[in-house]
């Protein structure tokens, strides 16, 4: 499973939102955008390495294979974005 995380860690790809909170976006293996797994939101304040998961609709089924394959990591707190309880997250260290 080791070499499954670290092929699909490769696959995402981080920048910055307008705000400076961190986005997140996945790859599919031929380098083209396949989602983006991150929300902004102004009036929430996070740590430079933390982003709020969308893992709701499109994102629900790919969502689950990150946080169960460890790539991404739940803090245990939550932001409500609309009508739906949003995660705050981490991307996994490669250790």
Known sequence: MMQN???IKRNLKNNRYLNGQLAVFIRDISGEPLAELSI???????DWDEFILKDYSENEEL????INSKVINSINRFVLIGSHLCP???IA???
């Open 40 to 46: 902004m939101d102004d009036s929430v304040e996070l």
């Open 88 to 90: 705050i997250c981490q």
């Open 5 to 7: 995380q670290i092929e």
């Open 93 to 95: 260290s490669e250790s």
């Open 63 to 66: 969502v689950n294979h990150l």
